[in-house]
């Protein structure tokens, strides 16, 4: 079984900055791609950014330029710095990993974390 855990949200005013965190842990063999996703309030849940097991990252349009993705593959951990924040970047928050459970295992297991709020607003 795996778990992912975030922590880092939280209230801040626009302008402001703020880092989250997901660990990964549990029983797996590696992990592949790692990324955040949030979900404001009445709305889909949209990919906010994504970060492969050799450091590629991508993000939505919405963000580039202001949130940056990393990860320490040492501790099974996903970061995401948010600057600049806006009171549209308000949602909660998760982060989604594919885990490869097993060395022969072909698929992937993909798990969610179990989300983080963060509000911006003055």
């Known amino acids: 079984q795996v778990q992912l855990v975030e922590s880092g949200g939280g209230l801040v005013q626009p302008g402001g900055s703020l880092t989250l965190s997901c660990a990964a842990s549990g029983s797996f063999f590696s992990i592949g791609s790692m990324g955040w996703y949030r979900q404001a309030q009445g709305k889909q849940r949209e990919l906010v950014a994504v970060?492969?097991?050799?450091?590629?990252?991508n993000y939505a349009n919405s963000v580039k330029g202001r949130f940056t993705i990393s990860r320490d593959n040492a501790r099974n951990t996903v970061y995401l710095q948010m600057n600049s924040l806006k009171p549209e970047d308000t949602a909660v928050y998760s982060c989604?990993?594919?885990?490869?459970?097993?060395?022969?295992?072909?698929?992937?297991?993909?798990?969610w974390g179990q989300g983080t709020q963060v509000a911006v607003s003055s």
């Open positions: 970060i492969s097991n050799g450091g590629v990252s």
């Open positions: 989604n990993a594919d885990f490869r459970l097993a060395p022969g295992d072909y698929d992937l297991f993909s798990s």
